[in-house]
C-alpha cells in the first residue's frame, strides 16, 4: 500500500482540561497534541479559544468518538457534520476515530463496541469510510479499541481484518498499545501474532497508557501511569513500523503534568532509538 | 443502507445493552426474541453464548455514564456519596439519549431526578446550586438569577448577542 503523506509529529498528549494550566506554562513537554473532538463540537466560547490557543501553537489532531463507522446503518451523519467543521478549523494532518460501532436503530450506546472479523464487516467500513472520505478531504484513521466480548461471526482474526481492511481502502492505523495489551491479556493472544499481517507503512500514530485490573479482567481505564509491559510492545512496534507519532491518553486519576512528562520522555527515548523521531523536542 | 445480517446483530446488541430487562428475556428464549430482530437461530444463539458478558458491558455502559454525572455535579456526589450512584442507578435505565453533549443532559435530567427524589434540606440545596449551572445550557432565558443557599451566594447568567452566556456570584 502507499503510505499516507503525513510529516513525522513526534510525542504528544491527549489534552486534558485537568492539566490545562499547568501545559500552557509547560508547552515544550509535547511535540503535537491530539484533542478529543466531542469537547469541541457545540462548545463554549472558552473551549472553542482554547482550541485556537492549541492550534496557533501545536498540530492538533482531532479524535472522534461517535462517528460509528462500524455501524451497519450508516455513519453518524449530524456527528460528521460536525466533525467536518472542526477539522476544517485545526487543519490536521490526518483525524482519528474507533474501529467499532456505538450506535444502531437510532439508539447509541454511550461507548464502542466491537465488529465481528468478517467480510461484511469489512463491506460496512469500506462503505461507511468511503462517504466520510468524501466530505472531509482530510485522511481518516482508525483505532483498534478493547473489547470485553467478541462479536460472533468472525471469519479472521483482528490483525488480519485490520490488514484487509488496510487493503481494500488505504485507511490509516491509529494503533492503541494499550488496547493491543489489554486485548491480549484478557483474550489471552500473542499480540505480535496480532501485529504480524498488519502492513506497517499503514500505522501512522500509537496510543499509550494505563489501566486497572476488575477482578481477572484488565480494564482500558486510561487512569494509571503506562506499565512495564505496554512500553516494551511500544519499543517492537516503533522498531519495525513507521510511525509518525505516539500520543500519552490519560483520562482518569490525572497526575501532575511532570508526572505525564516523564512517560512522555520514555517515549520519545523509544522512538528516538529507533530513528522515529529526534531526541529533542523540536 | 442496512447491511443484512450485521445491521441485525448491532441492534439486538444495542437493544441488550441498554435496556436492563431485555437481556433476561432473551437468554430465556433467544431464537425467537432474535428472530424479532431478523438473525436466524443459529445467530442468536451465538449471542447468547455471550450474554454473561454482555451484562458486564451492560453494566459497565451505566457506570460510564455515573462517572461524567459525577464529574459534572462534583459537590451533589460527594455529599450523597453512595446514595448519588443508587440513585443514578435507578434514574438512568430509562434514559437514552443522543448527540456531543448527552453527558451534560445526562446530568441536567438526574438533577430533575433528585429534586424529586430528596427530602429538603443541604442535599437538595447542592443539587439545586448545580443545576443552576447546566441552566444556560438549557433556558431560554437570556438570564437567570437564583439564591444558591448552599454555597451562601446569589448566582446569574447572562447571554448577549455576542456572547454564550457569563456566570458570576455574589456572596451573601
Redesign the interface.
Do not use: C
Given at each position: 500500500m502507499r503510505q499516507l503523506a503525513i510529516p513525522v509529529l513526534g510525542v504528544g498528549i491527549g489534552f486534558r482540561s485537568a492539566f490545562a494550566r499547568e501545559f500552557r506554562a509547560h508547552p515544550e513537554v509535547a511535540d503535537f497534541v491530539e484533542v478529543t473532538a466531542d469537547h469541541y463540537l457545540d462548545c463554549s466560547e472558552a473551549k472553542w479559544a482554547e482550541l485556537k490557543w492549541l492550534a496557533s501553537r501545536f498540530t492538533v489532531i482531532p479524535h472522534g468518538l461517535e462517528l460509528s463507522i462500524g455501524s451497519a446503518e450508516g455513519v453518524n451523519r449530524p456527528y460528521l457534520e460536525k466533525l467536518v467543521g472542526l477539522v476544517a478549523a485545526v487543519q490536521p494532518p490526518y483525524f482519528s476515530e474507533h474501529l467499532s460501532f456505538c450506535r444502531a436503530g437510532g439508539v447509541s450506546l454511550g461507548h464502542f463496541a466491537p465488529l465481528p472479523f468478517n467480510e461484511e464487516a469489512l463491506a460496512v467500513l469500506e462503505r461507511n469510510i468511503g462517504q466520510v472520505q468524501a466530505v472531509t478531504q482530510v485522511p481518516l484513521v482508525l483505532e483498534n479499541v478493547t473489547y470485553s466480548f467478541q462479536m460472533p461471526g468472525a471469519e479472521m482474526n483482528e490483525g488480519e481484518f485490520i490488514a484487509r481492511l488496510v487493503e481494500r481502502t488505504g485507511v490509516g492505523i491509529l494503533l492503541d498499545v494499550t488496547n493491543l495489551y489489554t486485548n491480549s491479556v484478557n483474550f489471552k493472544f500473542d499480540p505480535l501474532e496480532f501485529l504480524a499481517p498488519i502492513p506497517p507503512e499503514s500505522v501512522v500514530q500509537l496510543h499509550f497508557t494505563g489501566g486497572e485490573w476488575s477482578g481477572d479482567t484488565l480494564i482500558d481505564s486510561h487512569s494509571a501511569p503506562t506499565p512495564e509491559p505496554v512500553f516494551e510492545l511500544m519499543d517492537q512496534v516503533l522498531q519495525s513500523f513507521p510511525v509518525k507519532g505516539v500520543i500519552l491518553e490519560r483520562d482518569d486519576k490525572i497526575p501532575p503534568l511532570a508526572e505525564l512528562a516523564a512517560e512522555l520522555s520514555r517515549a520519545r527515548a523509544i522512538g528516538a532509538r529507533h530513528g522515529r523521531w529526534p531526541e529533542a523536542v523540536s | 443502507?442496512?447491511?443484512?445480517?450485521?445491521?441485525a446483530?448491532?441492534?439486538l446488541?444495542?437493544?441488550l445493552?441498554?435496556q436492563p430487562s431485555a437481556l433476561a428475556e432473551f437468554c430465556q428464549d433467544p431464537v425467537s426474541f432474535g428472530a424479532e430482530f431478523g438473525l436466524e437461530p443459529a445467530?442468536s444463539l451465538?449471542?447468547a453464548?455471550?450474554a454473561p458478558?454482555?451484562a458486564?458491558?451492560s453494566h459497565?455502559?451505566v457506570n460510564?455514564?455515573l462517572?461524567v454525572a459525577k464529574k459534572i455535579l462534583p459537590q451533589s456526589s460527594r455529599f450523597l456519596g453512595a446514595e448519588f450512584d443508587s440513585k443514578f442507578r435507578e434514574f438512568a435505565p430509562g434514559v437514552?439519549?443522543?448527540?456531543?453533549?448527552?453527558h451534560r443532559d445526562d446530568a441536567w435530567l438526574f438533577t430533575e431526578f433528585l429534586l424529586d427524589h430528596l427530602p429538603k434540606g443541604t442535599a437538595r440545596q447542592l443539587v439545586r446550586s448545580e443545576r443552576f449551572g447546566l441552566e444556560p445550557y438549557y433556558s431560554r432565558r437570556s438570564f437567570g438569577v437564583a439564591i444558591l443557599g448552599a454555597s451562601h451566594t446569589v448566582g446569574f447568567w447572562w447571554r448577549g448577542r455576542s456572547?454564550?452566556?457569563r456566570f458570576f456570584r455574589l456572596p451573601f
Open positions: - | 443502507m442496512d447491511s443484512g445480517t450485521l445491521a446483530q448491532q441492534k446488541l444495542v437493544h445493552a441498554t445467530q451465538a449471542i453464548q455471550i458478558a454482555l458486564s458491558y459497565s455502559l460510564k455514564r462517572r437514552h439519549l443522543e448527540g456531543t453533549n448527552r456572547v454564550k452566556f
